[in-house]
């Protein structure tokens, strides 16, 4: 027994806080797995974590926003992005309170658009009947998309509230590149044995996957959507880390090989609109960094005149998923099923532009929000406007269009948030971009190739939105959060160096020398 009296004290009060909490985590154990007993056992694993979270919040958070977790254990089963970065912001807000050295990186030229996506948010929000979360009993849904917008927003103020240290950038660039390489644990659902299925609770299943199980029945095949998310994953992280001038070159066969293995494997999930982001994104990098001024040019002009001759004779004997990724290129054999259900999808698509379009003039001024209310959610489960006939019909009114998915980046703009909201979508992005080309053009030279692959993938994202696919809920958080990392990266919004000032010293015993202020 120790002779310290305050140890002594400090560990019966130690035994007197942990026995009759294990008693009770023993007992709630024993109970069935509701929310509350989930939501009791992450309190206590949250608890115990606590100092973890306190010193590392921000590389975590860091690595969370790109991780595909889900908290199944929180009413709604919140992304883990959403909820990291509430705590780390938290811990930042408090950090600064009570410590005045720690400040956030103030950029204000960001900081104003995002406020006014805020408000417009906020006040839209209140004049088209409020905000609300169907999960949580609440007569009102269409809440999810609200907190996206506004966890999205206070993404970037959590990234800016801490400097990346300039010896860990690389640690920070594969943390941020990287969180999402386990999201081919969605595809393996059907596969894995029962006992392994209680990951899919974390990492939940794709809905690209066998036919019959949530997948493209029309296709009879399998479609790893999420191993296809995973290898674009990696091949952004390459692109970031070595970019086009360090992949393509001789000295790195490995290097190459694991680059054009994880290209192929984007094109498992059959989706087109990957393929044509990625090669958008090959065209202007290439061009960013110089390649075309250098003997590449021929290289490539080489590549694709062997991979036309390869492609083009046996397209149609390809896997179906890999014809459905490049059924949008003239001149390829596709297969009719294949062909028939890529166009299928894209006609549906401009099915519902056509019947929404004519409606946008009644919300340019005050846009009809999220909000779902109970009339909303049964025409979204009535077979009218599920399956089946929904083509004959107006196709503004299907389920996804009700929601708010147009996938349609300008409507899912204007129809919520009306003339405001497209305001706000063109401050917050265009900001973003300009701060991105600064630190790209003034930036520190060991993050030349990161600050390239930011500014490119934010200018495909800003034109993708218009005339591929886009949705402004998500799109302000991911435009604020490339933005606040590269501001975090870089310290700063970067500009030219100032010029040296120089100041004439008379000498009394010569001619007039320069010398620096």
């Not at 908290?71 to 990291?84: A, D, E, M, R, S």
């Not at 899919?200 to 809905?207: A, G, K």
């Not at 900001?431 to 030349?448: E, V």
Request: proline residues 6%; contains cysteine; positive net charge.
């Amino acid at each position: 027994m120790t002779s310290n009296p305050a140890a002594a004290i400090r560990m019966l009060v130690i035994y007197s806080i942990c026995i009759p909490l294990a008693a009770l985590v023993g007992w709630m154990a024993t109970n069935d797995m509701d929310f509350g007993t989930l939501g009791f056992f992450g309190l206590i694993a949250a608890l115990l974590l606590s100092p973890i979270l306190i010193r590392y919040h921000y590389p975590i958070l860091v690595f969370g926003i790109g991780v595909p977790i889900y908290c199944f254990f929180l009413k709604g089963n919140p992304p883990f992005w959403q909820v990291i970065t509430i705590l780390s912001l938290g811990i930042a807000i408090i950090d600064r309170t009570l410590n005045s050295e720690k400040r956030f990186i103030s950029i204000p030229l960001m900081t104003w658009p995002l406020l006014f996506t805020l408000a417009v948010t906020y006040m839209t929000a209140e004049l088209t009947g409020g905000i609300g979360l169907h999960t949580l009993g609440a007569g009102l849904g269409g809440g999810k998309k609200y907190l996206a917008l506004f966890i999205g927003i206070g993404m970037y103020f959590a990234l800016t509230s801490h400097p990346i240290p300039k010896n860990q950038r690389k640690l920070y660039v594969a943390l941020f590149f990287l969180a999402g390489l386990p999201a081919f644990i969605g595809d393996l659902f059907p596969f894995l044995p029962a006992p392994l299925n209680y990951i899919n609770l974390l990492i939940p299943p794709s809905n690209n996957g066998s036919a019959g199980q949530g997948g493209d029945s029309s296709l009879s095949v399998t479609r790893f959507g999420a191993l296809s998310t995973s290898a674009s994953v990696l091949i952004s992280y390459m692109l970031a880390r070595y970019g086009l001038r360090q992949i393509f070159t001789i000295s790195r066969p490995i290097r190459l090989l694991i680059f054009c293995l994880m290209f192929a494997l984007t094109m498992i999930g059959g989706f087109r609109i990957v393929l044509i982001g990625f090669l958008s994104i090959f065209t202007m990098l290439f061009f960013l960094e110089g390649l075309h001024r250098t003997p590449m040019v021929l290289v490539l002009l080489f590549g694709l005149v062997i991979g036309s001759v390869l492609i083009v004779p046996f397209s149609d004997k390809l896997p179906a998923t890999f014809q459905r990724a490049i059924s949008f290129i003239p001149g390829l054999k596709i297969d009719p099923e294949v062909m028939m259900n890529a166009e299928g999808s894209k006609e549906w698509r401009l099915a519902i532009w056509r019947d929404t379009w004519p409606k946008v003039p009644q919300y340019l001024l005050l846009g009809k929000g999220y909000a779902l209310t109970a009339e909303d959610f049964e025409s979204m489960g009535e077979g009218t406007f599920a399956n089946g006939i929904e083509s004959k019909l107006d196709q503004s009114r299907v389920a996804l269009a009700i929601s708010g998915d147009y996938h349609s980046g300008p409507l899912s703009t204007l129809m919520p948030f009306g003339i405001w909201g497209a305001i706000a979508f063109l401050w917050v992005s265009l900001t973003a971009i300009f701060i991105l080309y600064r630190n790209y053009r003034y930036g520190d030279a060991d993050l030349k190739t990161v600050n390239a692959f930011l500014l490119v993938i934010s200018a495909q994202r800003f034109i993708g939105f218009f005339f591929i696919f886009g949705a402004y809920s998500s799109d302000i958080g991911e435009f604020a959060k490339i933005a606040g990392f590269s501001i975090a990266l870089n310290w700063c919004i970067c500009g030219p160096p100032k010029a040296a000032r120089v100041v004439q010293r008379i000498n009394r015993m010569g001619p007039t020398q320069p010398l620096p202020a």
